[in-house]
């Protein structure tokens, strides 16, 4: 299978929309995608991009992602996130989802940052097999905490008298 | 005790570092800072600030810190992460810790997150039970994946030819 990694442009958020949708299904959360391919398109490609995406390009149409953005972590310095990393199903096993973290890796290089996070599930062992071989640490004792819309709304009413 | 919460100025920088560091001596990491006051200034309060920083401040000194920035979400969209939220070990039981992750919640409302996010190790049950009691979800089932400097080089060197 031949494929070219290269930075995504406006266009490619369509594909890249599915591409998030397929993996919200395969994590048991079908309904969770509330991103349309406009707000991605808005927030990739305006004035100050809130996110940099590469795709996987067959010639026939994308069929890998990888979507990333600066962290800070007060240890060590500037940071790059890998927020997601979806490779369709019909070209999984092809090594595509290998040249994506690749180009993320050689980013975060490129940019200086002194530290390449992201998060797995984990109950995904092949990806944390992956990850591992690849020489990341997985950080079995930190847990995400996360506060959502509501949850930023019903806690503004109630200890900030807002 | 009588705080005010304000955005961090550059001259903060010193108190801020000391209370990364003293988070990380309770983090059991104490020799894993490697940020200077230095490179928190210039990161902090250059022409592109990588973060922001709120404190709190007792007129005495600054007894707490908490500091965020932007992060996307491919679900929700528009996100910010609170990186560390540390009250210095006197000052702790206050109020003050509450006090700066109100402020923390109130900035992003204020500009558009959909979703605040951070992280907590799994055996810090008291904060565990402090962030549940304010509405936030605790994902037990993610894990952080991080790669760090030398595992970015040793990755390039042995995936990438480089």
Same mark, same amino acid.
């Given at each position: 299978?031949?494929? =070219?990694?290269?930075?995504?442009?406006?266009? *490619?958020?369509?594909?890249?929309?599915?591409?998030? =949708?397929?993996?919200?299904?395969?994590?048991?959360?079908?309904?969770? $995608?509330? !991103?349309?391919?406009?707000?991605?398109?808005? *927030?990739?490609?305006?004035?100050? @991009? &809130?996110?940099?995406?590469?795709?996987?390009?067959? /010639?026939?149409? $994308? +069929?890998?992602?990888?979507?990333?953005?600066?962290?800070?972590?007060?240890?060590? /310095? @500037?940071?790059?996130?890998?927020?997601?990393?979806?490779?369709?199903? @019909?070209? &999984?096993?092809? /090594?595509?989802?290998?040249?994506?973290? =690749?180009? !993320?890796?050689?980013?975060?290089? *490129?940019?200086?940052?002194? &530290? !390449?996070?992201?998060? !797995?599930? +984990?109950?995904?062992? @092949?990806?944390?097999?992956?990850?591992?071989?690849?020489?990341?640490?997985?950080?079995?004792?930190? +847990?995400? $905490?996360?506060?959502?819309?509501?949850?930023? *709304?019903?806690?503004?009413?109630?200890?900030?008298?807002?």
């Amino acid at each position: 299978m031949e494929y =070219t990694i290269r930075p995504a442009r406006e266009e *490619d958020m369509p594909a890249v929309h599915r591409l998030i =949708t397929e993996l919200a299904i395969f994590e048991k959360e079908p309904n969770a $995608v509330e !991103v349309t391919v406009e707000k991605l398109k808005e *927030d990739g490609f305006g004035p100050e @991009p &809130r996110f940099r995406c590469f795709v996987a390009d067959s /010639g026939m149409g $994308v +069929d890998g992602m990888a979507l990333v953005y600066p962290r800070y972590s007060t240890w060590k /310095g @500037p940071a790059l996130h890998l927020e997601d990393l979806i490779v369709t199903e @019909p070209a &999984r096993g092809s /090594g595509l989802g290998s040249a994506l973290l =690749t180009e !993320v890796i050689r980013h975060a290089r *490129d940019t200086g940052a002194k &530290r !390449v996070s992201w998060e !797995v599930l +984990d109950w995904n062992e @092949p990806a944390i097999r992956f990850y591992k071989s690849r020489g990341a640490r997985i950080l079995r004792d930190w +847990d995400v $905490v996360q506060l959502d819309e509501r949850g930023i *709304d019903h806690y503004l009413q109630h200890y900030a008298g807002l």
